[in-house]
């Protein structure tokens, strides 16, 4: 499956939900960040194992 695929899949299970970014460590120097969503208590997102790749053309 395609990383644009499951990205899509994981943030539409969440739509219209209460997501909030959580920082793990130190605010001001976080050992890593994350998407969260507070209706699930589910991490949609976890800085340290996805990457925004830019799109190549
Ligand atoms: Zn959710």
Known sequence: MESDQMLWDMLKSHIGHQVCIV??????????????????????LDAKIYTVAAREK
């Open 23 to 44: 920082a793990y460590g130190d605010t001001d120097d976080p050992m890593d960040i994350c998407l969260e969503c507070e209706e699930c208590g589910e991490v949609i």
